[in-house]
C-alpha cells in the first residue's frame, strides 16, 4: 500500500532529487530554500521533519540527500509530474514552457489509475518534452548520458537531449531558433559560442544562460573551416 504524504513533503523531496539528478553537487537547506521559494528557517524546520520520517540525511551545515524511502517519493512525484507534462503537450496543445507549473498542480491531484491510463495512452513514453527521463511504473530511470553544451569543444557535433524548463523565456527563445530535443548541433565558435544547426548555414550565438540549460550527447567530431 502507498504511504501517504503531504504535499509538501512530496515538494520537497522531488527539489531534492532533481537537483543532483544532471549534475554530482548536493543540495543544501540554503539552496533547497532558494528553489522552493521559501525562508531559509521554514526550509531547515521542515528538513529536519524529514529526517525523522526516514526521506532524508541532513547534518547541521551539511548537504540534504535522500534515502531509499526519499528516492522511492521522489521517483514517484517525478513521475507524475512528467508524464503530466507530456500529457499536457501532446494532447492538450500546451507549449513546453507552459507546461511546468499546470503539473506542479495536477500532480498531487491524479489517482495513480488514472495516471496510468494517461501512460498507456501515451505510449508509455520514456522523456518528458524537455528531455527529462520519465521514470518506469517501476522506478526504474534511464538517462542518457550528457554534457553541458558549454563543456562542448570547439569542431564537435553533438545532438540536443535536455533543456531545462527553468526559464520559460528561454524556451521560447530556444524553440523560435530552431533549437529542441534531438536538434543535432556543431560548434563553430567558443568566444563568442556560436553553433550551427544541422541543416543551416546559418550561425546562431548562445549567451551563457543557454549554456548551462542546454545537455547534449557526443557524436563524431567535424572540421570547423
Known sequence: MTTLYPMAVEDYVKVVYAHTEWQDDPISTSVLAARLGLAASSVTEMVKKLVAQGLVHHVPYGAVTLTADGTALALRMVRRHRLIETWLVQHFDYSWDEVHDEAEVLEH????RLLDKIDDALGRPTRDPHGDPIPARD???????????????????VRVVRISDRDPVL????EAEGVA???????????????ALDGSADELGLAPDALVSIWV??????RVK
Do not use: K
Open 139 to 157: 522506478g526504474s530511470v534511464n538517462r542518457p548520458a550528457a554534457v553541458l553544451l558549454g563543456d562542448v569543444a570547439l569542431g564537435e557535433a
Open 181 to 195: 530535443l534531438d536538434t543535432g548541433l556543431s560548434v563553430t565558435s567558443t568566444d563568442p559560442f556560436t553553433v
Open 171 to 174: 524556451l521560447r527563445h530556444l
Open 109 to 112: 491531484a491524479l489517482s495513480d
Open 217 to 222: 550527447s557526443r557524436s563524431e567530431p567535424t
